[in-house]
T-cell receptor
């Protein structure tokens, strides 16, 4: 148990669906992150939020829309996804928003787009 | 182009022997390196780290070595235990454009009883 929870753990959706992934951290951290992990590939950073403000967007398509209502919660809203978006989506948090080091990860959401 | 490379996708080691996992990087701006361990159905968990001002950091059975001139780091696990079987990710960060945590693709370690 890392103190970072993600729901749902598994999600299957069609290309026309709209769904949301949720992440919650119970560590009092100030920075939260979304990563994508495709099979046999490194983790790819998608978004970074520091003190609820988005500070990084790594050229992520607009069909992925993040939301950070407070320092403890992070959402990833999904709409009109493509089959190639099927992957493991990991949320992470860290104490110091000035440093990307020693991030704590949630268990991930396994997303399948049909 | 991958800035952090783990060229061995898998490694099998006998219980009690040493496991050596390797990682190479290309960005000279990286100055902090981490190893994460990931079990199936779980997120990566932080294992050990090293700053570029050091060449070795030890924590129990785990030791990380850094060779800055070769842009190479390695994780040694001695003695290896079956519970160490997992995917190990190398990661690096630095300053400026390198401040994001950049991960390798991982090495699956299997420790055989």
């Amino acid at each position: 148990e890392t103190g970072v929870t993600q729901t749902p753990r598994h999600l299957v959706m069609g290309m026309t669906n709209k769904k949301s992934l949720k992440c919650e951290q119970h560590l009092g951290h100030n920075a939260m992150y979304w990563y994508k992990q495709s099979a046999k590939k490194p983790l790819e950073l998608m978004f970074v939020y520091n003190f609820k403000e988005q500070t990084e967007n790594n050229s992520v398509p607009s069909r992925f829309s993040p939301e950070c209502p407070n320092s403890s919660h992070l959402f990833l809203h999904l709409h009109t996804l493509q089959p190639e978006d099927s992957a493991l989506y990991l949320c992470a948090s860290s104490l110091d928003p000035r440093s990307y080091n020693e991030q704590f990860f949630g268990p991930g959401t396994r997303l399948t787009v049909l | 182009d991958q800035q952090v490379k783990q060229n061995s996708p898998s490694l099998s080691v006998q219980e009690g022997r040493i496991s050596i996992l390797n990682c190479d990087y290309t960005n000279s701006m990286f100055d902090y390196f981490l190893w994460y361990k990931k079990y199936p159905a779980e997120g990566p968990t932080f294992l050990i780290s090293i700053s570029s001002i050091k060449d070795k950091n030890e924590d129990g059975r785990f030791t990380v070595f850094l060779n800055k001139s070769a842009k190479h780091l390695s994780l040694h696990i001695v003695p290896s235990q079956p519970g160490d079987s997992a995917v190990y990710f190398c990661a690096a960060s630095g300053s400026g454009s390198a401040r994001q945590l950049t991960f390798g693709s991982g090495t699956q370690l299997t420790v055989l009883p």
